[in-house]
């Protein structure tokens, strides 16, 4: 089927100060941020703060001041983390700053490298450290998702024609799956409604599931988890998407998930409407 692309939200609607830019303040607060945030803008904090500068930099006419290369490496590292947010449709101040992070940690260790490799030696050790003792925090929280077992799953999707179903089809031995399931559970407490339910099969158990949905559930598969959207028994859409019989690549994060499915506006409408279906039937049927 076709998929439009969501609308991207300029920076200042993606940090509009409401309630959720509150929630996400309170979680900077949380140690992997302050940690992250700190290695982040280290080099730039003791390459120009004095007596630091001094201290752990050679001497020289740009002593406490950023050099031509390492002004064109921060510029170069501002671009990819910009042109990578816009990319994965990070709307949040978390999503933006957890998308950034990496590309921030290795510029400051090429910087500090360029600077002293004992510097650098000291930041890489710091940067392992940070990934090993603070991994980035998870969902554990509530969740609101439906189980099911074998055929009960085709059962449920054509009991009610209004209910939009998004359900994910896992397996649990597959690492992917398991990092997948707090972001779902988290998913399914913030977007659940009577009318927009949330649910789950294990392909693993249940390989004729797997057959009818078409997917692949062996070891090696690329198509675990899947998500698909449905109403009154019909798939609407799913990632990874299937083109041309090849599994397109998908990153199973929050904001992709929100901004694949559209569902802001999905549990907008859902709530405001009890009947509201979330793609026109016919233009599904002619693109299937």
Request: glycine share 4%.
């Given at each position: ?31 992997y ?34 050099d ?58 710091l940067?392992?450290?940070?990934g ?23 059962e ?98 929050e ?34």
């Amino acid at each position: 089927m076709a998929w439009t692309l969501p609308k991207i939200p300029t920076f200042r609607e993606a940090f509009e100060f409401n309630e959720k830019t509150k929630g996400e303040l309170r979680q900077l607060l949380k140690p992997y941020y302050i940690v992250n945030l700190i290695l982040a803008f280290s080099f730039l904090f003791v390459k120009l703060t004095r007596p630091f500068c001094e201290l752990l930099f050679a001497p020289g006419p740009e002593t406490c001041e950023l050099d031509m290369r390492e002004t064109e490496i921060l510029f170069f590292l501002a671009v990819v983390v910009m042109i990578r947010s816009r990319k994965t449709g990070s709307v949040s101040i978390v999503a933006y700053l957890s998308s950034g992070f990496m590309y921030a940690k290795c510029a400051n260790m090429i910087l500090f490298f360029m600077a002293d490799p004992r510097l650098g030696l000291v930041y890489t050790i710091l940067f392992l450290l940070q990934g090993m003792m603070l991994p980035e925090p998870t969902y554990k929280g509530p969740e609101n998702i439906v189980y099911f077992r074998g055929n009960s799953l085709s059962e449920e999707l054509n009991r009610d024609k209004n209910v939009v179903w998004m359900v994910t089809f896992y397996a649990a031995w597959s690492p992917a799956c398991i990092d997948f399931t707090n972001i779902f559970a988290k998913l399914s407490n913030d977007y659940g409604l009577p009318n927009l339910k949330f649910g789950k099969v294990d392909v693993g158990r249940f390989a004729d599931v797997a057959e009818e949905y078409h997917i692949n559930a062996s070891s090696l598969s690329r198509q675990l988890p899947t998500l698909i959207m449905f109403q009154d028994g019909k798939e609407l859409g799913r990632v990874p998407a299937i083109v041309n019989g090849k599994v397109q690549k998908f990153f199973f994060k929050e904001e992709d998930i929100v901004n694949a499915f559209d569902l802001n506006n999905l549990y907008k409408k859902c709530k405001e409407d009890k009947k509201f279906v979330p793609f026109d039937q016919k233009e599904a049927k002619k693109d299937k």
